[in-house]
């Protein structure tokens, strides 16, 4: 099956660094990568739509120079936290879009948990 | 704006119990509907899917209508197993502003069912 993964699973930093996280699609090329944040005991919220080759989707109220996303490859898309703040502490988790499919199904990659001190 | 309401948890049931996860939608033009479910310590992924009203998508047990008079997606399983535990989420794909799916998807809040032995 399609295999999407992200590192690093865990990450904390200190307040004012920044933290770069990696998706890679392993086994499927992906125009079409989705970034989310999620919450405890709530749900995925939708940060951005990041595609291949060209600048990424912000969804409102997402803080597109906080929030740096880069697809440089159909296999890989970064998502960079600068000056990172405690309230940026979340899980975040990122989906593909497998070309060879109808589209509909994203692939998962299994989250990033990031941790602000 | 799009938006999906599903039941909240958590679920406890014992094995070969029926379960209802309930799920409703708000949404304009064609949305698909979609229940992910999450392992514990994995990634998303497709449970099952309904692309247009009426349709009934079902996997390893589960099924789910897509009820457009009601606007309503509920997920049934008709006896539950241990290894069903995982959180389920129930979640749309939107419809772009030029016509056709955007591929956003928009979910619940998530339920937590946990299956005893």
């Known amino acids: 099956g399609a295999v999407v993964s992200q590192h690093p699973s865990r990450v904390i930093c200190k307040s004012g660094t920044s933290v770069k996280i990696e998706c890679r699609s392993l086994?499927?090329?992906?125009?079409?990568m989705f970034w989310y944040r999620q919450f405890p005991k709530q749900s995925l919220m939708l940060m951005a739509t990041?595609?291949?080759?060209?600048?990424?989707?912000?969804e409102q109220g997402v803080e597109k120079d906080k929030f740096l996303i880069n697809h440089a490859s159909l296999t890989l898309s970064t998502l960079t936290v600068t000056s990172a703040h405690p309230e940026d502490s979340s899980f975040y988790i990122c989906?593909?879009?497998?070309?060879?499919?109808?589209?509909?199904?994203?692939?998962f990659g299994p989250g990033t948990r990031l941790t602000v001190t | 704006g799009n938006s999906v309401t599903q039941m909240e948890g958590p679920v406890t049931l014992s094995e070969e119990a029926f379960l209802t996860i309930n799920c409703t939608y708000t949404?304009?033009?064609?949305?698909?509907l979609f229940w992910y479910v999450q392992y514990p310590g994995e990634g998303l992924q497709l449970l099952l899917k309904?692309?247009?009203?009426?349709d009934k998508g079902s996997n390893k047990g589960f099924e789910a209508t897509y009820r457009k008079e009601t606007t309503s997606f509920h997920l049934e399983k008709g006896s539950v197993q241990v290894s069903d535990s995982a959180v389920y989420f129930c979640?749309?794909?939107?419809?772009?502003?030029?016509?056709?799916?955007?591929?956003?998807?928009?979910f619940g809040k998530g339920t937590l069912l946990t299956v005893n032995p």
């Open positions: 949404a304009t033009g064609y949305p698909s």
């Open positions: 989906s593909a879009r497998d070309l060879r499919t109808d589209g509909y199904e994203q692939y």
């Open positions: 990041s595609n291949e080759g060209s600048k990424a989707t912000y």
């Open positions: 309904a692309t247009k009203a009426d």
């Open positions: 979640a749309l794909s939107g419809w772009g502003h030029s016509g056709g799916s955007n591929y956003k998807l928009t």
């Open positions: 086994d499927f090329q992906a125009t079409t």
